[in-house]
């Protein structure tokens, strides 16, 4: 039975899915203004993981996740450059699908933009205003009326008094109330504009993702996700507007999904602290499948501090996973009738199951990835003893285990990325040739060739291990 914590109920709910069979997923996405920095990519590989999770499990998923494209952010940046807004957005759209595919994050069923629902965005505009929830100004600008809506705060736990005291906004006499937020936004001299019943102008931020989640998934879907830093005010607006356009308080999503952010040296990261870094650079230093495996060993909800040491301690814990894989590798190509693995097979199931359980209490991905190193332990012996030829091989049920533990990979999707896809076989031609002349001068007795071999090696982050079958090599 699957968990989820829902931010709405502020505990863990057992999840009933609207439509037995299938799960409906709306997810923000980014504005295009720049490279996505390495806190803006953990809500996304947290919503890979969870749909990897339910399609193994042979649900069907249907998956949103917006762009963003029309923004204050986008056309300074565009004003800055001389160019288009669009090109703006279009540039940064293509390197947020290079960074999101260099840390397997599968793409989502859609992407939809701004600008290409802006019919959608004013029939829901005009329909606040006929309900009552909005209002125009004369000057173009349309305000949602927080008053008129009764569960307003209900998301983020708040009353309208105390947002009003903490209230850290200039006060706009054309409101009426300090709280009331931009439906619709008169456009400024040199800013791009869409014609509306109210004039020229462009859309508020938190009307977009109410339309775009409403048309693509319905009046109704299971989840709705994005980082804490949603909370209020875009997700509280997004219900506010949604269910007073609907008229249904039970409408919108269901389930509400916050990942905690990524911290530098516990000061929440953010680009306006510029205390950022962007994916692009970190995979400069490190495979996608590192960072993609550093998220992912801490629980979605908890904070992450980011630092280069917590990102070499994945990488050596995630090298240990990879070796294990090596190892199955080399193991399942033999053949073997005897009975030494079924141990190791009844292990395997067990973990297995153990795996799904931690997925199944609020997608535990850090107590799932401990069964791993579990098998992987597990094989390791297992590998020794049948290479050192204390057992004999038993390619059946080791075959089992083999099964269960890429099964728990898939999900978490690590073991997707290899060198050899990019360089034909190249690198393991060179560490052949390389092994070859360390073994000749060991043979030869020429200890400091073979040392400096060795060494040279290891400063590249590459590690020999002699097996009983031969020389190994694998990355650091």
């Given amino acids: 039975m699957l968990k989820v914590y829902n931010t709405m109920t502020r505990e863990k709910e057992e999840f009933k899915p609207l439509k037995k069979g299938e799960v409906s997923i709306y997810c923000c996405g980014v504005t295009p203004y720049n490279d996505p920095h390495i806190g803006n990519a953990r809500p996304f ?82 329909t606040l205003i006929d309900r009552g929830y909005a209002y125009a100004l004369g000057n173009g600008d349309v305000f949602y009326s927080v008053e008129k809506f009764e569960g307003y705060g209900k998301l983020s736990g708040r009353s309208l008094d105390d947002m009003q005291a903490g209230a850290r906004i200039e006060v706009d006499g054309r409101k009426h109330h300090p709280m009331d937020f931009a439906l619709w936004k008169a456009a400024k001299p040199g800013e ?63 389930y509400w999904l916050h990942n905690g952010f990524i911290t530098i040296r516990n000061e929440k990261m953010s680009k306006s602290k510029n205390n950022f870094f962007t994916v692009k650079d970190i995979l400069k230093e490190y495979p996608g499948e590192v960072v993609r495996f550093f998220i992912l060993q801490t629980h979605y909800r908890s904070p992450l501090d980011f630092s280069d040491d ?57 107590l799932a990835i401990s069964q791993l190193f579990a098998l992987s332990k597990e094989t390791n012996i297992y590998y020794q003893d049948v290479m050192g030829g204390a057992k004999a091989f038993d390619a059946e049920n080791f075959r089992k285990a083999c099964a269960a533990y890429e099964e728990m990979a898939s999900i978490i999707g690590i073991f997707e ?49 002699d097996t009983p079958s031969g020389v190994r090599w694998r990355k650091a």
């Fill in 192 to 254: 791009p504009y869409w014609e509306s019943p109210w004039g020229r102008g462009r859309p508020g931020w938190h009307i977009e993702c109410s339309t775009m989640s409403l048309k693509y998934l319905g009046k109704k879907f299971d989840f709705h996700g994005g980082g804490s830093d949603l909370i209020f005010p875009h997700h509280e607006n997004e219900i506010a507007q949604s269910q007073a356009a609907l008229g249904d308080p039970c409408s919108f999503a269901q």
């Fill in 45 to 126: 590989v947290t919503w890979d993981v969870i749909r990897r999770y339910f399609k193994k499990k042979g649900v069907k998923v249907r998956y949103i996740q917006n762009f963003t494209d029309v923004d204050d952010k986008i056309i300074n940046t565009a004003n800055r450059e001389g160019v288009k807004w669009s090109d703006i957005a279009d540039r940064y759209i293509a390197n947020y699908f290079e960074a999101m595919d260099a840390l397997n994050v599968r793409r989502a069923d859609l992407y939809p933009r701004v600008s290409e629902t802006m019919d959608d965005i004013i029939e829901m505009v005009r």
């Fill in 417 to 465: 990325q290899t060198e050899e896809t990019a360089d034909d076989g190249m690198a393991d031609k060179l560490m052949d040739i390389l092994i070859g002349i360390r073994q000749s001068a060991r043979r030869e007795k020429n200890w400091a060739l073979a040392d400096r071999i060795r060494d040279a090696l290891r400063e590249a982050g590459i590690v020999l291990e």
């Fill in 310 to 366: 917590r990102l070499k301690e994945a990488q050596t814990s995630l090298a240990r996973l990879q070796n294990t894989l090596g190892c199955m590798k080399e193991l399942s190509a033999k053949e073997g009738t005897a009975d030494t693995a079924k141990e190791l097979a009844k292990t395997a199931e067990d973990l297995l199951a153990a795996f799904y359980e931690a997925m199944d209490d609020d997608f535990n991905t850090a």
